[in-house]
Antibody
Framework: QVQLQESGPGLVKPSETLSLTCTVS??????????WTWIRQPPGKGLEWIGC???????YYNPSLKSRVTISADTSKNQFSLKLSSVTAADTAVYYC??????????WGQGTLVTVSS | QSALTQPRSVSGSPGQSVTISCTGT?????????ASWYQQYPGKAPKLMVY???KRPSGVPDRFSGSKSGNTASLTISGLQAEDEADYYC??????????FGGGTKLTVL
C-alpha cells in the first residue's frame, strides 16, 4: 500500500524558508487521479490545508498562504516538496503530507515537527 | 475561506451514541457532498473515517456514520467504546481546488 514519509529540518530561523520533502513508496506521484498534499497542525490546534500538486504538476494553494508557498514534485525520486518562505513563529507546526482526491485525504505521513525560532 | 465550525468537545458513556457537527457555508459543506472526517490520537497522524459524507473506508467500523443537512455535516459514533476517545476533524472541498478543515472536536468517553 502507499506510504508517505516527511523529511527536513526540524528548526528554521525566522524570516528564512522552510523546506520539507515527502517521499512516496508503493505508488507514484505521477499516477493519475491523485493530488499530493501538504497539511499542517500548530501545537494544540487544528488542521490547516496548505496546498497540493496534481499528478500533472498543477499546483493549488490555500489563499491565506499562497504568497509564501511553493509545492513541487520530483518524479524521478517519487517525491514532492514544500517551501514556505518568510516564516514566523506562527508557522511552527507539525507538517503532514498526504495523498488526496477531491473527496478524501488518505493515507497520511506520520508528520514532522518544524519549529521556527532563532 | 474560514474554518468549519465544530464543537470543541463532546462526551458520552460506553455504549451510547454521540454526534459531532460540522457547520460551514453554501460554498463548502453545503455546496458539495465532499465532507470527510478524520480521527486523530495524540501524537499520531489523522486517519480517514468517513468520506463523501456517508462512505466508510475498508476497515472502519460501521459504528461510524456520516450525514449532511444543508450546510452542516455530522459524524455519529454509536456503541461508543473507550478506544473512540480521540480528536475528530471534519473537512470539506471548498471549490477551486481548495479544502477547509474544522477546528476539531475532542471526544471523551466517560
Amino acid at each position: 500500500q502507499v506510504q508517505l514519509q516527511e523529511s527536513g529540518p526540524g528548526l528554521v530561523k525566522p524570516s528564512e524558508t522552510l523546506s520539507l520533502t515527502c517521499t512516496v513508496s508503493g505508488g507514484s506521484v505521477s499516477s493519475g487521479s491523485y493530488y499530493w498534499t501538504w497539511i499542517r497542525q500548530p501545537p494544540g490546534k487544528g488542521l490547516e490545508w496548505i496546498g497540493c500538486i496534481s499528478y500533472s504538476g498543477t499546483t493549488y494553494y490555500n489563499p491565506s498562504l499562497k504568497s509564501r508557498v511553493t509545492i513541487s514534485a520530483d518524479t524521478s525520486k517519487n517525491q514532492f516538496s514544500l517551501k514556505l518562505s518568510s516564516v514566523t513563529a506562527a508557522d511552527t507546526a507539525v507538517y503532514y503530507c498526504a495523498r488526496s482526491t477531491v473527496v478524501k485525504f488518505d493515507p497520511w505521513g506520520q508528520g514532522t515537527l518544524v519549529t521556527v525560532s532563532s | 475561506q474560514s474554518a468549519l465550525t465544530q464543537p470543541r468537545s463532546v462526551s458520552g458513556s460506553p455504549g451510547q451514541s454521540v454526534t459531532i457537527s460540522c457547520t460551514g457555508t453554501s460554498s463548502d459543506v453545503g455546496g458539495y457532498n465532499y465532507a470527510s472526517w478524520y480521527q486523530q490520537y495524540p501524537g499520531k497522524a489523522p486517519k480517514l473515517m468517513v468520506y463523501e459524507v456517508t462512505k466508510r473506508p475498508s476497515g472502519v467500523p460501521d459504528r461510524f456514520s456520516g450525514s449532511k443537512s444543508g450546510n452542516t455535516a455530522s459524524l455519529t459514533i454509536s456503541g461508543l467504546q473507550a478506544e473512540d476517545e480521540a480528536d475528530y476533524y471534519c473537512c470539506s472541498y471548498a471549490g477551486s481546488y481548495t479544502w477547509v478543515f474544522g477546528g476539531g472536536t475532542k471526544l471523551t468517553v466517560l
